[in-house]
């Protein structure tokens, strides 16, 4: 089934893609596999929302962002940016294109550049994309570095002069700096204290606000997720495995893996929170991954059909869609 409505509505909006990696053996370099980072996803992100990715290292998330910026090429599907689809365009012309996506990294201090200021970062890509005049570079700036909560006086400091939640608000201040429309933040406060994780998500919801930005949110942790989302797509080496509205997802879990993950978190939802259920084994390799539903084989449902048919994304509660044999 399409998940696909009201295209009007949607910045992204990502139809059946795939990303195979061909894995090649021999002094011939014969193509013997392929690793399927990402295989078969669809999703849309509705401008101004937030869309939380989530699942465990390895799932496909970041690969999918990758595809999104055509920092990789997709082995098949597309990916349509305000309606264009952005697969199929000219290398060059990706250049209009990136200057409304911008990517806030894990680790903001190898994102930055250790020679450059704050103010050199900040004002490189207002150089490349030929913007304002040299004062007016300047005044945004310093604009920036007040809206993420650093006094101005920084610009000229250099990256290893700040702590690891300061150089999160620089490497958020850059993506900033072209007003972009969609912003995709893979695992932005992953390495940054606990403390520090809750104002770095809190600065990105007021600029969400101010800016009427759209954010796709890389994470593996279900409780940031929580906080920022409002819609989630959960998934499960390399496909989509759930994707419905936050509070769906949280009070109403459907598929296994999003249950097992909630009951793994230690702060989500702990009210509605039943028993903890323990995954056997490691994610399988996505050079060989399980045949019918992938998650077979650390499953606690698990059933006959499951072993031999993929199960398909079906909407299963208005808004919420699960790939999972059980709700057929
Ligand atoms: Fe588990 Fe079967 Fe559902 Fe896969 S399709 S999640 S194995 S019940």
Redesign the pocket.
Same mark, same amino acid.
């Given at each position: 089934m399409s998940i696909l409505k009201q295209q009007d509505e949607y910045i992204l909006e990502v139809e059946d893609v795939k990303k195979y990696f061909p894995i090649k053996k021999g002094v011939f370099s014969k193509q013997v596999g392929s690793v399927k980072a990402v295989d078969g996803v669809s999703f849309q992100v509705r401008k101004g929302e937030t869309l939380g990715i989530v699942g465990e290292s390895g799932c496909g998330k970041s690969t999918m962002a990758r595809l999104i910026l055509r920092l990789l090429d997709v082995t098949d599907g597309r990916i349509k940016l305000e309606g264009k689809d952005v697969t199929t365009l000219p290398k060059q012309d990706m250049r209009a294109i990136r200057r409304n996506i911008q990517m806030v990294f894990q680790d903001p201090y190898a994102s930055l550049n250790p020679r450059w200021t704050v103010e050199r970062t900040l004002l490189e890509p207002m150089k490349v994309y030929d913007i304002g005049t040299k004062n007016e570079r300047r005044d945004k700036v310093s604009e920036l570095l007040n809206k993420v909560g650093l006094d101005p006086s920084y610009a000229k400091r250099h990256p290893h002069e700040f702590s690891g939640g300061q150089r999160q608000r620089i490497g958020i201040a850059r993506a900033l700096v072209l007003n972009p429309k969609l912003i995709i933040a893979d695992e932005p406060v992953s390495a940054l204290d606990i403390s520090v994780q809750a104002q770095v998500i809190n600065l990105m919801q007021d600029l969400q606000d101010q800016y009427n930005l759209t954010y796709m949110f890389i994470t593996h942790d279900l409780s940031v997720c929580e906080h920022i989302s409002d819609r989630v797509a959960v998934m499960y080496l390399g496909k989509v495995v759930e994707l419905a509205s936050k509070d769906q997802l949280f009070s109403n879990p459907l598929?296994?893996?999003t249950l097992a993950l909630i009951s793994a978190a230690p702060e989500v939802n702990d009210a509605q929170k039943k028993e903890r259920i323990v995954l056997k084994g490691d994610v399988p390799s996505p050079a060989n991954p399980p045949k019918g $539903?992938a998650?077979?084989t650390r499953?606690p449902? $698990?059933?006959e059909i499951?072993k031999v048919e993929t199960?398909v994304l079906n909407e299963i509660e208005s808004g919420q869609y699960v790939a999972?044999?059980?709700y057929e």
């Amino acid at each position: 089934m399409s998940i696909l409505k009201q295209q009007d509505e949607y910045i992204l909006e990502v139809e059946d893609v795939k990303k195979y990696f061909p894995i090649k053996k021999g002094v011939f370099s014969k193509q013997v596999g392929s690793v399927k980072a990402v295989d078969g996803v669809s999703f849309q992100v509705r401008k101004g929302e937030t869309l939380g990715i989530v699942g465990e290292s390895g799932c496909g998330k970041s690969t999918m962002a990758r595809l999104i910026l055509r920092l990789l090429d997709v082995t098949d599907g597309r990916i349509k940016l305000e309606g264009k689809d952005v697969t199929t365009l000219p290398k060059q012309d990706m250049r209009a294109i990136r200057r409304n996506i911008q990517m806030v990294f894990q680790d903001p201090y190898a994102s930055l550049n250790p020679r450059w200021t704050v103010e050199r970062t900040l004002l490189e890509p207002m150089k490349v994309y030929d913007i304002g005049t040299k004062n007016e570079r300047r005044d945004k700036v310093s604009e920036l570095l007040n809206k993420v909560g650093l006094d101005p006086s920084y610009a000229k400091r250099h990256p290893h002069e700040f702590s690891g939640g300061q150089r999160q608000r620089i490497g958020i201040a850059r993506a900033l700096v072209l007003n972009p429309k969609l912003i995709i933040a893979d695992e932005p406060v992953s390495a940054l204290d606990i403390s520090v994780q809750a104002q770095v998500i809190n600065l990105m919801q007021d600029l969400q606000d101010q800016y009427n930005l759209t954010y796709m949110f890389i994470t593996h942790d279900l409780s940031v997720c929580e906080h920022i989302s409002d819609r989630v797509a959960v998934m499960y080496l390399g496909k989509v495995v759930e994707l419905a509205s936050k509070d769906q997802l949280f009070s109403n879990p459907l598929h296994p893996y999003t249950l097992a993950l909630i009951s793994a978190a230690p702060e989500v939802n702990d009210a509605q929170k039943k028993e903890r259920i323990v995954l056997k084994g490691d994610v399988p390799s996505p050079a060989n991954p399980p045949k019918g $539903c992938a998650f077979h084989t650390r499953c606690p449902s $698990c059933m006959e059909i499951c072993k031999v048919e993929t199960p398909v994304l079906n909407e299963i509660e208005s808004g919420q869609y699960v790939a999972c044999h059980l709700y057929e």
